[in-house]
Each structure stands twice: as structure tokens, then as C-alpha cells.
Nanobody, 129 residues
């Protein structure tokens, strides 16, 4: 089984909501930093949100300015899954969303995509009317 599996993407109208999930296998999500990135064809992968590990960090979260106040990252330790609740979706949120994990020393907000070692396959989010 893949170490990270995303789910929950889909097509919604502007103002709609989706909840993405990132299920981990083979390791505990609270032992690593978990980040959500998104990518539009032809553009760089963009950091959306991340959450620090509990065991190596403080469990704190971070959001990009473009999603702050609309997206919420959370971790369900029992399900070994990290969620990204997305509210008030906008057309510019349309992208392929990936989750990634890494054993990183500093707060997750300090790291770029290439510094995360494990990635899921992505889940597509499309926001259009």
C-alpha cells in the first residue's frame, strides 16, 4: 500500500466545500510534518497548509495567505489521517492537491516541496460554475 493516499477531491461550484483526506500507511501521521500542496499544469507546486508533528514538534499549523480563513488542516490520530477542510472554494483553488510528509526539524512552514520526502498521488479539485 502506498505510504500516503489522498481522497476527497471533486468538482464543486464557487462557495462550495470539500474535505480532502491524506491517509498514511507504515508510519504515524503525528510523528512527521504533513503538508498539503497544490499544482496547476505549467506552474510550480504551491504550499497550501501544513501541520507539525506532535512527537517532533508542537502540532502547530500554517496556512498560505491565499487560503487562510477558508481552509483548516487537522489530524485524526485514530484514523492516522490528516484532513484539509476547504470552505468557500474559489475557481483559483482549482488544482491537483497533494499531501506530503517529512521528518523535519524546524516548523513545517519553513520547508519547500522538495524537502518533503514522501508524496501521495494527488486528488483533483475543480471549482467552477
Amino acid at each position: 500500500q502506498a505510504p500516503l493516499v489522498e481522497a476527497g477531491g471533486g468538482s464543486v461550484q464557487p462557495g462550495g466545500s470539500l474535505r480532502l483526506s491524506c491517509a498514511a500507511s507504515g508510519f504515524r501521521t503525528n510523528s512527521v510534518h504533513i503538508a498539503w500542496f497544490r499544482q496547476v499544469p505549467g506552474e510550480e507546486r504551491e504550499a497550501v497548509s501544513c501541520i507539525n508533528s506532535d512527537t517532533r514538534g508542537d502540532g502547530a499549523s500554517w496556512y498560505s495567505d491565499s487560503v487562510k480563513g477558508r481552509f483548516t488542516i487537522s489530524r485524526d490520530t485514530a484514523q492516522n489521517t490528516v484532513f484539509l477542510q476547504m470552505e468557500d472554494l474559489k475557481p483559483e483553488d482549482t488544482a491537483l492537491y497533494y499531501c506530503a510528509s517529512g521528518h523535519l526539524a524546524l516548523s513545517c512552514k519553513n520547508y519547500q516541496a522538495h524537502e518533503y520526502g514522501t508524496w501521495g498521488q494527488g486528488t483533483q479539485v475543480t471549482v467552477s460554475s
